[in-house]
């Protein structure tokens, strides 16, 4: 079965500092990898994904996240963060791309931003 | 990007009573759709998968009596909390998979008295 491990469930940074989130995924095969992020009772807006190729990929927003296979690992960074990216960050695999393929999530992280 | 809407936004109602919320792929045709609930603070957990024309397949735990999911069209799956209870009280948030990418309504907030 597939999971989505994201261990930090809340990160403070002070605005203009760098930013990582983990995530570590098990599953069996080639995984579909996403991550999204959530504003307070808001839905779930993408952010990137990792289908194959290129495993450094970039995102809306200034975002951008490295696929490491060797250590089952989906790591969201962005150079400088605003305090507009405060919110919650979800990462997510997926077994296929498939429309009938369910997503599996991580218990997200949430973002504090202090200016 | 695609677009999934979700209606009401949100909805207050008295225990007992049952809550239809609908949830529509704008500008793609979803044959599957998902439907999550989501606790304050916590992650997603999948309800169950609205397949258009045929019954939906429910997760381990989701009491499919109690969470009515149908899947009218190609664009449209609606979610039927019957008799509600305080417990039922959640964020429900609905997908659907466009071009390999799950696409996410706003959700709807549902608060039981």
């Known amino acids: 079965a597939q999971s989505v491990t994201q261990p930090d469930i809340h990160i403070t940074v002070s605005e203009g500092a760098s930013l990582e989130l983990r995530c570590n995924y098990s599953y069996g095969a080639t995984p579909y990898l996403f991550w999204y992020v959530q504003s307070p009772g808001q839905g779930l807006q993408l952010l990137l994904k990792?289908?194959?190729?290129?495993?450094l990929v970039q995102g809306i927003k200034g975002f951008e996240a490295e696929f490491k296979r060797s250590q089952s690992s989906f790591n969201l960074r962005k150079p400088s963060v605003h305090w507009s990216d405060a919110a919650e960050y979800f990462c997510?695999?997926?077994?296929?791309?498939?429309?009938?393929?369910?997503?599996?999530f991580g218990t997200g992280t949430r973002l504090q931003v202090t200016l | 990007g695609a677009v999934v809407s979700q209606h009401p936004s949100w909805v207050i109602c008295k225990s007992g009573t049952s809550v239809k919320i609908e949830c529509r792929s704008l500008d793609f045709q979803a044959t599957t759709m998902f439907w999550y609930r989501q606790f304050p603070k916590q992650s997603l957990m999948l309800m169950a998968t609205s397949n258009e024309g045929s019954k939906a397949t429910y997760e381990q735990g989701v009491e499919k009596d109690k969470f009515l999911i149908n899947h009218a069209s190609l664009t449209l799956s609606t979610l039927t909390v019957t008799s509600a209870h305080p417990e039922d009280s959640s964020f429900y948030i609905c997908s659907a998979r466009g071009a390999g990418v799950a696409f996410f309504g706003p959700g709807t907030r549902l608060t039981v008295l």
């Open positions: 997510a695999v997926g077994a296929s791309t498939g429309t009938a393929s369910k997503l599996t």
């Open positions: 990792y289908f194959s190729g290129d495993t």
